[in-house]
């Protein structure tokens, strides 16, 4: 039995190496996303174009705009009225606007009358900068104790932010996006690699004829589907340990928790996802068909899984559907034995139920599969 | 090791196959004796590759049973596997693998290691024509070379029944003739070969035959056992210019079972043939085409076909 694996295995090696496109696109191809994504995050929420419009042109607001450059998330530049910020938000060239109102310092040193407001206006479109600039906003003002009222440029978005006095980001004090997008893009990519490469695996020797030949020699369907596996795992998991490594050593991603227990997780949660890749190849007739749909539901996966947007801001029943993806897990595992050190200790129920997941998935492949074989 | 139940090489009891509501292989029932080369006849469609895969395990019989070489094709097909080898109708070895890598796959698959490989890898390369050639990609060989290739990779574990379906398809003739000396190098050998095909000059190499139409047998025995009992009436063969009007005059007469074409000849078929001769003179003076032979032949299994073919038709 061993054998048969063994010369299964030999053979989808040297087809993959002769495989001029394929090859070198499942190398390099995580690889190139995986450096854009941390180039381009990498940099933080800085130097935002930021149009200023100071009415008071006191001390006091000066010192505001100081304290504001200082954050390096502001990058002011001055104009004069109200319809130049307007213009300059709707067109795309600021994308923050700070207004102080006149009698900004007087109402500053008179401690019986009201409060000072600064106006800070925010362009939403882009909802994570927006974030990361409303929190640093909030710390400016805040340092001056004054009570500020923020709106979102976008309409009906906005609401008013009740003043945090004491804000301090855990875990991520450099509020480094980077932080936050590269674990998600490596739990992304490795779930994606190995299960595209597995569903494409056996649809190919079915597109070719090949499947037929082979269900006619002793090779039994578990001797299959390991032979196929073993390349994709291969694959895969080298891919996974290589981005951590450019991850880690290139961007200063933290890694925080124990080496080797992320390396097992990784290797058991990969397990899982080519599980559900094997199911599709079990099932599509081409290859091209296995790909589109494996790509389909990697995108379903991806959106529900906290990729893009936190799973906590999605409606209930869309983070109830979120559970039965294994990548929502993972990344919460990921990220926390990265950034948080977190053991065994903390996530061993996501761990349980990415196993519980996987062996559903697996049941169900091989079920689909000998049903597949006798018609 | 699992007891085989009879000395047969096959044995189809009341085969049948049922898609919904097409019966692709009905009550289909015949023995292939060891170490003959039997061949499924029909046109396509008519359920010869359904037989097969039935036979190989790939596709269940909606009912009727078979055992292959005395084992069941139900229960026991993985006993099957071990001891047979199968070439497809289309072409199934892996085309960006070379020679040497094919055979060293489907050897490794079937078991077959070390020394005792060695030795059937250069036997397969002698008789397929292909030493020096190890190292080509296989996409890179043409038709008769592919061919015989797929047929050394189904007998590298040296099985004792092989299943050939349709394995000429798309060869050239003299390709065709050297793949067929092969199998009866084979047959010789001891290897039952079991093959489906509707080139009926093939059929003439069979020992034993069996005529598929629409998924039921329609005729079963030796190709002379056949035309013997099949034919229905004599075959008139007619070399003659204008063959096309000829036949157009000839099929007006309404006197004939088959009035074909056969390349530039004419096979009209009849009971008692020779009381029609003159009158398929006069037709065909009429007609204006010239006469340059006409004579009863004996009747080739194409003939013999198509008229149980008719036969099958009309009942």
């Known amino acids: ?375 | 090791m699992l007891a085989r139940v009879n000395n047969h090489a096959v044995e189809a009891v009341e085969l049948t196959k049922q898609f919904d509501r097409f019966t692709a292989v009905n009550r289909v029932s015949f023995t292939v004796r060891r170490g003959e080369i039997f061949g499924f006849l029909g046109p396509n469609g008519a359920g010869k590759t359904t037989m097969i895969r039935m036979l190989l395990g790939l596709l269940a019989p909606t009912s009727g049973q078979a055992t292959v070489l005395g084992f069941d094709i139900v229960r026991q097909a993985s006993e099957i596997r071990q001891h047979i080898g199968y070439m497809s109708q289309r072409f199934s070895l892996y085309n960006d693998l070379t020679v040497a890598e094919n055979l060293d796959f489907f050897g490794g698959i079937y078991g077959v290691k070390g020394k005792r490989f060695r030795e059937r890898e250069r036997y397969v390369l002698k008789m397929a024509g292909l030493q020096g050639r190890e190292r080509e990609l296989t996409k890179n060989l043409s038709g008769g070379w592919r061919q015989r290739l797929a047929l050394g990779c189904a007998i590298l574990h040296e099985p004792e029944m092989l299943f050939l379906d349709e394995p000429t398809a798309g060869v050239d003739p003299i390709s065709r003739r050297r793949f067929w000396e092969l199998l009866y190098a084979l047959s010789e050998e001891g290897c039952t070969i079991f093959v489906t095909t509707h080139y009926m000059d093939e059929a003439e190499h069979c020992h034993r035959l069996a005529f598929i139409q629409r998924g039921r047998l329609v005729a079963i025995g030796s190709p002379e056992a056949i035309k013997r009992e099949k034919m229905r009436g004599q075959v008139l063969e007619i070399d003659c210019a204008a063959p096309q009007q000829a036949i157009n005059a000839l099929r007006s007469m309404n006197l004939f079972d088959e009035t074909a074409l056969y390349g530039a000849l004419i096979h009209v078929v009849a009971e008692d043939i020779e009381v029609h001769r003159a009158r398929i003179e006069a037709v065909l003076r009429e007609a204006g085409a010239e006469i340059r032979s006409m004579d009863v032949i004996a009747p080739s299994l194409e003939d013999v076909f198509i008229a149980s073919v008719r036969g099958g038709d009309e009942s």
């Not at chain 1, 800085?46 to 607001?61: G, I």
């Not at chain 1, 595209?196 to 578990?222: D, N």
């Not at chain 1, 494996?294 to 995108?299: E, G, I, K, N, Q």
């Open chain 1, 1 to 375: 039995m061993l054998y048969r694996i063994w010369k299964l295995t030999i053979k989808e090696l040297i087809q993959l190496v002769r495989d001029r496109l394929l090859a070198p696109f499942v190398l390099l191809g995580p690889l190139a996303e995986l450096l854009l994504i941390a180039w381009s995050t990498s940099q933080g929420i800085e130097h935002l174009p930021t149009a200023v419009l100071d009415l008071d042109r006191s001390a006091a607001s000066r010192g505001m705009i100081a304290a504001m450059i200082n954050t390096e998330t502001f990058a002011p530049y001055f104009v004069e009225t109200l319809d130049q910020i307007t213009e300059d938000i709707h067109r795309g060239r600021a994308l923050a606007a700070w207004i102080i109102p006149r009698g900004f310092e007087a109402r500053l040193l008179d401690a019986s009358g009201d409060s000072p407001s600064v106006q800070v206006i925010l362009d939403g479109a882009d909802a994570m900068a927006a974030q990361t600039a409303s929190e640093v906003a909030k710390g400016v003002v805040a340092s001056y104790g004054q009570q500020i009222v923020l709106q979102s440029a976008l309409p009906g978005v906005g609401n008013p932010v009740p003043l945090e006095m004491s804000l301090r980001v855990w875990f991520n004090e450099e509020m480094k996006e980077s932080n936050y997008m590269i674990p998600s893009e490596l739990g992304f990519l490795a779930a994606a690699i190995t299960a595209m490469i597995a569903s494409m695996a056996i649809a190919r020797e079915r597109e070719l004829g090949t499947l037929e030949q082979l269900m006619v020699t002793p090779i039994r369907t578990v001797e299959l589907v390991i032979g196929k596996s073993v390349i994709a795992i291969a694959l895969g998991y080298t891919e996974f340990l290589l981005m951590l490594g450019l991850v880690v050593w290139g961007f200063d991603v933290p890694l925080r928790g124990s080496l080797p227990l992320l390396m097992v997780i990784a290797f058991l949660y990969m397990l899982v996802e080519l599980g559900w890749g094997l199911m599709i190849s079990a099932v599509a007739r081409t290859q091209m068909q296995a790909l589109l749909v494996a790509l389909m539901v990697v995108m379903v996966m991806v959106v529900f899984c906290g990729y893009a947007f936190p799973v906590e801001t999605m409606p209930p029943l869309m983070q109830a559907i979120a559970n039965i993806f294994p990548l929502k897990h993972w990344m919460v595992i990921f990220r926390g034995i990265l950034l948080k050190g977190a053991g065994v200790d903390v996530f061993w129920r996501e761990l349980l139920t990415i196993a519980g997941l996987g062996a559903v998935i697996y049941t169900g492949t091989v079920l689909l599969m000998r049903r597949k074989q006798l018609e």
